[in-house]
């Protein structure tokens, strides 16, 4: 499929990564291409780079690996606990010449520190920030927040040790220089009031006049077959089912084909998938014929061994795909980093789409969706993460209307973006 071209902005934002040694941190709204730079640097880079993220299925997004399994960090809190690093760990890290990350949001303080420890560590550089590797940073603290500790121990220890949960709080940036850079051009939403009133919801600072506008517009009765973005698995899994059941005749069920080493919450597709004729499902990987793209919507046709989905009146056959699972490691005759397959997960790339979670709707953008908040939004950045997966108000329905309770925004990222404010 072919790779995007990169806008000016993006352009800019690529070549100082490319051409200095800064740590960055990339961020902007939804839907301004921060994917689109990582996948331009992963493939044009002249560096040697690592990529990496929080969790398994951020780290298959981006074809890299997690950033507990790439350092060998123990879980749970990591402090000044010792770290184990083997000679191998250490002959790979020194090659990076840069560490790239993404959905950094969703990183602790704790865990950031960590990597800087790791690096310095691993490189023989104790006194050099990240022992001297260049670090990037991909996400927006607006939408995913990082998951607080459920231990009250481990809550007193950041609660003593740093002035918030999140990774730009980490004691690393007392001494190393952070340039963020926030993208401003949206291209999901072309339709400028919607892109205003999505950047009042991500701000937290919505007026009643944009309330009222966005609440008249998802009043609308929706059609039958919009996607429901919801924001529990119960929910998601209920409707799904729901709808399945009504439709009659044979099923086929696939069975994933799992080797190697994934975890079952790492899984980027359902393991057991039941697809009848009618059933509405969505797309988990871009095509490289380029029929589709992550995300798109489409129907079941036909199933008999294999599946045929209705996309835009248009049929085509889908065959099941492989997920790899990467691991860096470090070649020493050939002096290279290499990426070498751990483990390979092969599955139809759909998932029912009658509904699915918020957050699997990250990245994600739909023409139409029914936003189901439930009682109310539980963390920061759910509304408008949900909200903004929508192209324009004319496909946005709400289950019910947004209360300004609905809003979360956490005082800490509005402290440290206030204090970031720097465009490329």
Known sequence: ???????????????????????????????????????????????????????????????????????????????????DQPAELKKMLAAIDTLVIDEISMVSADLMDAIDRSLRLARGKRHDPFGGAQIIMFGDPYQLPPVPPRDPHERAYFADTYRSLWFFDANVWKSAPLSTFELLEVHRQR???????????????????????????????????????????????????????????????????INGEFRENTYPADEVLELKPGAQVMFLRNDPDG??????????????????????????????????????????????????????????????AWAVTVHKSQGH??????????????????????????RSLDGLYLQRPLQPRDVIVDPNVVRFMRGKEETA
């Open 291 to 352: 029929r589709w793209v992550n995300g798109t919507i489409g129907t079941v046709s036909r199933v008999s061994g294999t599946v045929w989905v209705e996309v835009d009146r248009e049929e085509f056959e889908v065959e099941p795909m492989v997920w790899e699972r990467y691991r860096y490691r470090y070649d020493s005759e050939t002096k290279k980093l290499e990426k070498e397959v751990v483990a390979e997960f092969e599955q139809f790339p759909l998932r029912l």
């Open 1 to 83: 499929m072919p790779r995007p071209e990169l806008s000016a902005e993006q352009r800019a934002v690529y070549e100082r990564i490319e051409h200095t040694r800064e740590h960055l941190f990339i961020t902007g709204r939804a839907g301004t291409g921060k994917s689109t730079i990582l996948n331009h640097l992963s493939w044009n880079t002249s560096k040697i780079i690592a990529v990496c993220a929080p969790t398994g299925v951020a780290a298959l997004n981006v074809g890299g690996q997690t950033i507990h399994s790439l350092l060998r960090l123990p879980t749970g809190i990591i402090a000044d606990h010792d770290l």
């Open 191 to 257: 339709d400028d009031r919607f892109k205003q009133i999505l950047g009042a919801v991500r701000h937290g600072v919505v007026t009643e006049d944009q309330a009222n506008e966005l609440n008249a517009a998802g009043a609308r009765p929706a059609p039958r077959d919009v996607i429901t973005l919801a924001t529990t698995n119960a929910t998601v899994n209920r409707l799904n089912a729901q709808r399945l059941a009504e439709i009659k005749g044979s099923s086929l069920r696939a069975v994933a084909e």
């Open 365 to 390: 953008t739909y023409d139409a969706a029914i936003v189901d908040l439930g009682p109310r939004a539980f963390s920061a950045g759910q509304t408008y993460v949900a909200l903004s997966r929508v």
